[in-house]
């Protein structure tokens, strides 16, 4: 018996598949909650309610997304191993700490996760870049792969898997799947919304993969869309429909 079936009404089928959801993360243990990032700062927060205006136009919402993804790079770099270096200041000889930048990789799911690109790479311009070409069965919503590259030696890599959105959580579960096939060093998703049902899904499928979002939006509907949200990101970037 389908869900509307069950529970009465549409709205009311949503509220049961949302309180499912959060009752998922609930009963989450404590090591799999905290590996959920709620990113709050103030100018990240100001600049996605930007972002969710239905009246932004595709430039100002690429603008936006390239500058949240800098600013969201602090965040899911700060545990970033370093090394100590010999430079010489203007005064004296000194070890100071640097990143090994290339041992960083982008993991992009095509073709929203392009969008976060730029503002990444901005932050860390000798990362490597990989792609993951999915997309989302109408019917099914379920994740259907077209494309996969990643950079050699993955196994001494850090993975940042990128979509701006993690709804249904369909595409990160299989994205980060074939990734860790590679044998990477660590994998972390980084998005800009999250529902609660995607992050149940992501979590229960990956709970060792932390979650990086700027925010957890209320539930789905029956389409699989964030609600509120902020519509489809790959239209919004790109000026499709």
């Not at 799999?32 to 205006?53: D, E, F």
């Amino acid at each position: 018996m389908g869900c509307a079936k069950r529970v009465g009404t549409a709205a009311q089928c949503r509220r049961a598949r949302r309180a499912g959801a959060l009752s998922k993360i609930a009963a989450m243990s404590p090591t799999a909650r905290s590996q959920v990032h709620h990113i709050t700062h103030p100018l990240v927060q100001h600049k996605l309610t930007l972002m969710r205006n239905k009246e932004a136009s595709s430039t100002s919402f690429r603008t936006l997304l390239g500058e949240l993804a800098m600013l969201m790079a602090y965040e899911v770099t700060r545990d970033m191993p370093t090394h100590l270096v010999q430079i010489e200041t203007p005064l004296e000889t000194m070890q100071s700490p640097m990143i090994d930048g290339k041992k960083l990789v982008f993991a992009s799911i095509l073709r929203a996760g392009n969008g976060m690109l730029d503002g990444l790479l901005r932050v860390v311009p000798n990362a490597r870049v990989g792609t993951v070409g999915l997309y989302r069965d109408p019917k099914t919503l379920q994740a259907v792969e077209y494309y996969f590259k990643m950079p050699a030696d993955m196994a001494e890599r850090d993975v940042v898997v990128v979509d701006p959105m993690l709804a249904t959580g369909h595409s990160a579960v299989a994205a980060i799947e074939r990734i860790k096939a590679c044998s990477p060093r660590s994998v972390k998703f980084l998005c800009l919304l999250a529902a609660p049902e995607g992050i149940a899904t992501l979590q229960a499928a990956h709970p060792d993969v932390p979650i990086y979002t700027a925010a957890i939006d209320r539930q789905l509907n029956d389409h699989g869309y964030i609600l509120p949200g902020l519509g489809d990101a790959g239209d919004r970037i790109f000026g499709t429909k």
